[in-house]
């Protein structure tokens, strides 16, 4: 019998599957790909507590969407994409190296472009994601964001996980605890 985590995202009730993961741990599942209506609810949501940013930027890929929705929210013309691997057209970017994530388990790394590293020089940048839990892949995001000269500006998420619901330095929309 499959379980599901019942979640309120600001009027928006999802049901999250419970998964395990490797570490013994389990989770509840939250995933906006393919998911239009919750991407836009929350997309929408977040905009308004991001609207003195620069710029955005989240890592690929389940804060993509995410953060298309609240740039054109917001007007902004671009937003800047972390990579999980090093493309052909990212030689002359930058890389950084960060802890493992909860879903992961290994050591991670971002890679950002020329063309996003110019986008972020300077700006106040807001990190968009999905979830936020143990907080290594925000750390990943941040080191980049300062390695290419922005200023990490607000942080923002759907949803906290855990003990990331008392960090006072993020926006998110609801909890989940770590089950």
Same mark, same amino acid.
């Given at each position: ?21 490797? /570490?013994? &741990?389990? &989770? ?5 790909? @393919? ?16 609207? *003195? ?7 690929? /890929?389940?804060?993509?969407?995410l953060?298309h929705? &609240?740039?054109?929210?917001l007007?902004h013309?671009?937003?800047a994409?972390?990579r999980?691997?090093k493309k052909? $057209? ?6 950084v @190296? $960060? @802890? /493992?994530?909860? !879903? !992961?388990?290994?050591?991670?790394k971002?890679?950002?472009s ?20 143990? @907080?290594? /892949? ?11 000269g ?12 855990? *003990?990331a619901a008392?960090?006072? *330095?993020?926006? $998110? ?7």
């Amino acid at each position: 019998m499959n379980k599901f985590l019942k979640v309120d995202i600001q009027g928006y009730e999802a049901n999250l599957p419970i998964l395990p993961l490797p /570490s013994g &741990i389990n &989770i509840a599942f939250f995933n906006l790909h @393919g998911n239009p209506s919750l991407t836009e609810h929350c997309g929408k949501r977040l905009s308004k507590f991001l609207s *003195d940013c620069d710029v955005l930027i989240t890592a690929e /890929s389940k804060g993509l969407q995410l953060c298309h929705v &609240i740039a054109r929210e917001l007007k902004h013309d671009y937003y800047a994409v972390a990579r999980k691997s090093k493309k052909l $057209y990212m030689q002359d970017g930058i890389e950084v @190296g $960060y @802890g /493992s994530s909860i !879903t !992961t388990g290994v050591e991670q790394k971002l890679y950002l472009s020329k063309h996003d590293l110019d986008l972020i020089k300077g700006k106040k940048v807001g990190i968009v994601d999905d979830v936020v839990s143990t @907080g290594a /892949s925000l750390e990943g995001l941040e080191k980049i964001v300062k390695k290419a000269g922005g200023v990490v500006y607000k942080k923002a998420f759907v949803l906290a996980e855990g *003990d990331a619901a008392e960090r006072p *330095d993020i926006i $998110y929309l609801a909890t989940i605890p770590l089950l």
